[in-house]
C-alpha cells in the first residue's frame, strides 16, 4: 500500500478505500478493536467446533466450579460451571453469536428504516418532513431503555421482540443524520446538475444524493452497534430480553445474580465479554470517525 | 428572552401531544382486553365489566376517550395502581425524591471526575497521560453498567465488607421524610450515625450511575479544550505571560464549557435509562425500579403514568438545558 502516492486525489472507489484504510491504521485502538472483533465473528461462526461442550447440557456432578486455575477447579471446565452444571465457556462462546446477532438486525433495520425516512424527509419537506421530524421526536422524548422495556412489555419478552424495540429506539438518529445531510447535499451543483439532466426522484434520492451522506452514518452504525449489544443485555438482565436457556451473556448475568458473593465468577465472565465487545466495537467507531469525518480529525 | 422561551414551549407542544398518545394507547396496544387488564390477576364478573366499561369511557369513541384522559392529566390524575389501589402520581411523587437524590449525586461524581480528567487529557496532548485517561473514558462509556454494579458490590460489600448491598438507609433507622432527600433529611433529624448509613448506601450507586456520564464529560471536555487551545484568545493570553493556570482555568476553560454544559444537560434522559438499572441492582426505592417492578407485575396504570411523568420531566429539563445555552453563549442569542 505504501506505493499509493500520497496527495493523489482519491477518485476511485479503490483508492478511497486505500485512502480510508491508510488513515483508519494510524490508530492503534482502532486496529486492536477490529483484530478483537474479528476474532469475535470467527469465534461466534464456529461455535460448534470451538466450545468445549454444548451451552445447554447440565453436568449435575459439577454444580458451580470455580474456573481451572483456581483451587477445586477442573481443567474441562476452563471458566467454571453456573448454578445448574452449565459450562461456563462454552455459554460465553455461544453467546457471542447472539451479541453479534443483534448488532446485525438492529443496525440493519435501524439503518435501512431510518435512511429511507431521513431520505424522504430531507428530499420533499413540507408536512411529511415535520411529520416524520415531530414522530421522531416523540420517540427521543422518552429515555431509551425505559421505551425499550415498554416497547417489550406490549410485544412480549423475547430476543426479536427485544431487538426490534432497540431499533425502534435507534431509529431517530439516523433519520436525523440523514436528513441533515440530504438537506445540505440538495443545495450542491451536482444535485442541480442531476435535476436539469431530468434525474427521477427516487434515483436522485438513493444513487445521486445517498453515496455522499454515507461517512456519518457509516460512523453511527458502528455506534449503535454497540449501543445495541449493550440495550440488548441489560434487557436480558432485567428479564426482558432472551430467555433462558439462551446464553445470553445479559440473560446469562441475571441468572447467576444470586450467587455474586459465592461464585464471583459466574458473574465476572459474562460482563467481561459484554464490556470487551461494546469496547472494541466503539474503538472501531471512533476510528472510523477520525477517517471519515475530516471536521472531527485529530481532536 | 421571554418571547425565546414562548417560542421554545411552543414547539413542546406537538412532542407533549404525541407522548400523550403513545401514553393513552398505550394500555390499548398492550394485547387483551383492556379492563382485564386493568382489573388484574384476578378478573371481573360480567356485571362489574360493564360498570367498569362506562367508568372508564371504553364505550365512547377512541377520540371521546383521548380528551378525557388529557382532561384527568391536566388535573393531575394519573390513574390507580392495580396493586397498591394508590394514586399513580401519588406514588411518582413519594419515590421521584429518590431518583432525583441519587441523579444528582451521579451527575456531581461524573462533573467532579470528569471534568479535570478532560482538561488534564487536553493539555498533556499526545502524552501518555492523556491516553490513559481517554482509554479509561472509553472503557466506562462502553461499560455494562448493570455488570458493572454487582463487581462494586463483589469487591465493596462482599470481600471488603465497606458498604451496604441495597437501599437506602440502614432499617434500624427510621427518617421522618420531610424533603424526600435522604441525605437532608437525616440532617434535620440530627441522627449522624442515620447520616453516615444514608451516605454509605449512596456511595455505590451513585459510582455506577455517574460512569457513563463521567466518561462522556471526559471525552467531550478535552475536544472541547483542544478545539479552544488553539484559537487566537488563549495564543494572546499566553503572550500577554499569563501563568498556564490562568490561561487554561480561565481563558480556555470557559470558553470550552459552553458544549460541555450542553452535554451535561442531555445527559438527563441518559440517567433516567441508567436509574432504571441501578435501581434495580442496588433495590434503590426510585422511579426506576417502581417502573421495572411495575411492568412485570402488569401494574399498567403506573406504567402508563410513569412513562408520561418521565418523558414530561425529560423535555423540560431539555427546554431548561436549551435556554441556559442560549444564556452563556452570546452567538446563540444574538442570532435568534
Not at chain 1, 441489560?234 to 444470586?258: C, K, N, V
Request: overall charge neutral.
Amino acid at each position: 500500500m505504501a506505493d499509493v502516492t500520497q496527495n493523489s486525489a482519491p477518485d476511485t472507489r479503490f483508492e478511497l478505500i486505500v485512502n480510508f484504510w491508510r488513515h483508519f491504521r494510524t490508530n492503534k485502538g482502532a486496529v486492536a478493536g477490529l483484530i478483537f472483533f474479528v476474532a469475535l465473528v470467527i469465534i461466534a461462526l464456529g461455535a460448534v467446533v470451538i466450545a468445549p461442550h454444548s451451552p445447554i447440557e447440565q453436568y449435575r456432578d459439577a454444580l458451580l466450579l470455580p474456573p481451572a486455575w483456581q483451587e477445586g477447579g477442573d481443567w474441562s471446565y476452563i471458566l467454571g460451571t453456573d448454578a445448574v452444571g452449565r459450562d461456563l465457556l462454552s455459554r460465553l462462546i455461544y453467546g457471542s453469536q447472539f451479541s453479534l446477532f443483534i448488532g446485525v438486525v438492529v443496525v440493519s433495520v435501524a439503518l435501512v428504516v431510518g435512511v429511507c425516512l431521513g431520505l424522504v424527509a430531507g428530499t420533499f419537506g413540507g408536512w411529511i418532513d415535520t411529520i416524520i421530524m415531530r414522530i421522531m421526536d416523540i420517540i427521543l422524548a422518552f429515555p431509551s431503555l425505559l421505551l425499550a422495556l415498554v416497547l417489550v412489555a406490549i410485544l412480549g419478552p423475547s430476543l426479536i421482540n427485544a431487538m426490534i424495540a432497540i431499533a425502534i429506539v435507534q431509529q431517530p438518529y439516523y433519520v436525523r443524520l440523514t436528513r441533515a445531510s440530504v438537506m445540505s447535499e440538495m443545495s450542491r451543483e451536482y444535485v442541480m446538475a442531476a435535476r436539469v439532466s431530468g434525474v427521477g426522484t427516487l434515483r436522485l434520492m438513493f444513487v445521486t444524493v445517498l453515496p455522499n451522506c454515507m461517512a456519518p452514518l457509516i460512523v453511527q452504525a458502528a455506534l449503535s452497534f454497540s449501543t445495541a449489544i449493550l440495550d440488548a443485555a441489560a434487557l436480558g438482565f432485567l428479564g426482558m430480553g432472551a430467555q433462558a436457556p439462551d446464553p445470553e451473556w445479559g440473560t446469562m448475568l441475571a441468572e447467576s445474580r444470586e450467587f455474586i458473593l459465592r461464585a464471583p465468577w459466574v458473574v465476572t465472565f459474562p460482563g467481561l465479554a459484554i464490556l470487551s465487545t461494546v469496547l472494541a466495537i466503539n474503538l472501531i467507531g471512533d476510528g472510523l470517525r477520525d477517517a471519515l469525518d475530516p471536521k472531527l480529525k485529530r481532536s | 428572552m421571554l418571547r425565546l422561551i414562548f417560542k421554545k414551549l411552543g414547539l413542546l407542544v406537538p412532542t407533549f401531544i404525541g407522548v400523550t398518545l403513545t401514553s393513552f394507547f398505550f394500555i390499548r396496544l398492550l394485547p387483551g382486553d383492556p379492563i382485564l387488564l386493568l382489573a388484574g390477576e384476578r378478573g371481573v364478573s360480567p356485571e362489574r365489566y360493564n360498570e367498569l366499561m362506562v367508568q372508564f369511557g371504553y364505550d365512547k369513541p377512541v377520540w371521546e376517550q383521548y380528551l378525557s384522559y388529557l382532561g384527568n392529566l391536566f388535573q393531575g390524575d394519573l390513574g390507580v395502581s392495580i396493586v397498591t389501589k394508590q394514586p399513580v402520581l401519588q406514588e411518582f411523587m413519594t419515590l421521584f425524591p429518590a431518583t432525583v437524590e441519587l441523579s444528582i449525586c451521579a451527575i456531581i461524581f461524573a462533573v467532579v471526575v470528569g471534568l479535570p480528567a478532560g482538561i488534564i487529557a487536553a493539555v498533556k496532548r499526545g502524552k501518555t497521560l492523556d491516553h490513559t485517561v481517554m482509554t479509561t473514558a472509553l472503557v466506562g462509556y462502553s461499560m455494562p453498567i448493570f455488570w458493572w454494579g454487582l463487581l462494586l458490590i463483589i469487591f465493596f460489600s462482599g470481600i471488603l465488607g465497606w458498604t451496604p448491598v441495597s437501599g437506602r438507609i440502614s432499617l434500624l433507622y427510621w427518617i421522618e421524610p420531610v424533603t424526600g432527600f435522604m441525605l437532608i433529611d437525616t440532617l434535620l433529624a440530627d441522627e449522624p450515625g442515620a447520616f453516615a448509613s444514608a451516605v454509605s448506601h449512596l456511595i455505590l450507586p451513585t459510582v455506577v450511575l455517574g460512569t457513563i456520564p463521567l466518561a462522556v464529560i471526559a471525552r467531550q471536555t478535552r475536544s472541547a479544550m483542544l478545539e479552544v487551545l488553539d484559537e487566537d484568545y488563549v495564543r494572546t493570553a499566553r503572550a500577554k505571560g499569563l501563568s498556564n493556570f490562568r490561561v487554561i482555568g480561565i481563558h480556555a476553560l470557559r470558553n470550552a464549557l459552553i458544549p460541555v454544559i450542553t452535554i451535561i444537560g442531555l445527559q438527563i434522559g441518559v440517567l433516567f435509562a441508567g436509574a432504571i438499572l441501578t435501581e434495580s441492582i442496588f433495590s434503590w426505592p426510585g422511579i426506576g425500579k417502581w417502573m421495572v417492578d411495575s411492568i412485570f407485575r402488569r401494574d399498567y396504570p403506573v406504567v402508563q403514568g410513569g412513562l408520561l411523568m418521565i418523558a414530561a420531566i425529560v423535555m423540560i429539563v431539555n427546554l431548561i438545558v436549551d435556554l441556559m445555552y442560549g444564556l452563556i453563549n452570546p452567538k446563540i442569542r444574538h442570532t435568534e
